[in-house]
């Protein structure tokens, strides 16, 4: 209970260090609402000329852009700082890490925060009011509570693919420059629904770069379209469990990596 209390105090303190410069922070703030925007702008503007995608109507695409984009909002509110890891190590700044007796990734993750993930939640809620109204969405509590797991294991799907590229900082120094990989992913492919892909994208969406549990799998489910899902039906209900094995994953790859580091000397 101590060590969660001084993590709360951390992050506590972080948040109100970006709010003491208040136009920075709403900049911030801003700039995550119209960052996604672009995005919804741009899936828009293509179903206003074709109307539907590989089967999947207007308002199906929205919903899966929703799931998307709330998962990506929890991964930004809470984990956003992994992507500094090259930073850390650069500097020399991880040797404060290892010195302290917390855990070196919960240390990491709170030391700084990102404003810019209070206005991808915000415009996540706002989708969600509206694409459930669009598609009559009846959320009995069983539906919410899935609802709220499959946001937890989008986050943690975002969260492990993002530390196993940040962790390779302990071999590279510099791996910062490799996270467009990610976001290439995250930001374009798990917006869609995976059969408007080849074969090939469909099996890297699903088994090496799982972006399609984070949005597609799981809209399936919600949808009533299981039979349309890839691969298995089963899929539609896999994303708590992916999130969690791919993160234990990526954080055995990290404890390597640490046990790699070596400081700067600076």
């Given at each position: 209970?101590?060590?969660?209390?001084?993590?709360?105090?951390?992050?506590?303190?972080?948040?109100?260090?970006?709010?003491?410069?208040?136009?920075?922070?709403?900049?911030?703030?801003?700039?995550?609402?119209?960052?996604?925007?672009?995005?919804?702008?741009?899936?828009?503007?293509?179903?206003?000329?074709?109307k539907?995608?590989?089967?999947?109507?207007?308002?199906?695409?929205?919903?899966?852009?929703?799931?998307?984009?709330?998962?990506?909002?929890g991964?930004?509110?809470?984990?956003?700082?992994?992507?500094?890891?090259?930073?850390?190590?650069?500097?020399?700044?991880?040797?404060?890490?290892?010195?302290?007796?917390?855990?070196?990734?919960?240390?990491?993750?709170t030391?700084?925060?990102?404003?810019?993930?209070?206005?991808?939640?915000?415009?996540?809620?706002?989708?969600?009011?509206?694409?459930?109204?669009?598609?009559?969405?009846?959320?009995?509590?069983?539906?919410?509570?899935?609802?709220?797991?499959?946001?937890?294991?989008?986050?943690?799907?975002?969260?492990?693919?993002?530390?196993?590229?940040?962790?390779?900082?302990?071999?590279?120094?510099?791996?910062?420059?490799?996270?467009?990989?990610?976001?290439?992913?995250?930001?374009?492919?798990?917006?869609?629904?995976?059969?408007?892909?080849?074969?090939?994208l469909?099996?890297?969406?699903?088994?090496?770069?799982?972006?399609?549990?984070?949005?597609?799998?799981?809209?399936?489910?919600?949808?009533?379209?299981?039979?349309?899902?890839?691969?298995?039906?089963?899929?539609?209900?896999?994303?708590?469990l992916?999130?969690?094995?791919?993160?234990?994953?990526a954080?055995?790859?990290?404890?390597?990596?640490?046990?790699?580091?070596?400081?700067?000397?600076?």
């Amino acid at each position: 209970m101590h060590r969660l209390r001084v993590l709360g105090l951390v992050m506590w303190a972080g948040i109100k260090s970006h709010m003491e410069y208040r136009l920075d922070f709403f900049l911030r703030v801003t700039m995550g609402v119209v960052w996604n925007l672009t995005s919804l702008v741009f899936i828009w503007a293509v179903l206003a000329r074709f109307k539907s995608m590989a089967g999947w109507s207007q308002g199906e695409i929205f919903f899966i852009y929703t799931l998307r984009l709330l998962a990506h909002a929890g991964y930004c509110l809470l984990f956003h700082n992994v992507q500094m890891v090259s930073r850390y190590v650069r500097r020399g700044g991880f040797d404060r890490v290892l010195l302290r007796p917390l855990n070196p990734l919960i240390q990491l993750i709170t030391w700084e925060y990102d404003p810019a993930g209070i206005g991808d939640l915000g415009l996540g809620l706002v989708c969600f009011v509206v694409v459930s109204r669009l598609l009559e969405f009846q959320w009995t509590p069983p539906a919410i509570a899935f609802l709220l797991l499959v946001m937890a294991g989008g986050c943690l799907i975002e969260l492990s693919l993002f530390l196993i590229i940040n962790t390779l900082a302990f071999w590279i120094t510099e791996a910062s420059r490799l996270t467009w990989i990610v976001l290439t992913f995250s930001d374009n492919f798990a917006l869609y629904p995976l059969d408007i892909y080849n074969g090939v994208l469909q099996f890297v969406l699903t088994f090496l770069v799982p972006v399609g549990f984070m949005s597609y799998y799981p809209a399936t489910a919600f949808l009533n379209r299981m039979g349309d899902t890839l691969f298995s039906p089963a899929f539609a209900y896999l994303t708590p469990l992916v999130g969690l094995a791919l993160f234990t994953l990526a954080y055995a790859f990290w404890r390597v990596g640490i046990n790699r580091y070596q400081s700067t000397g600076s």
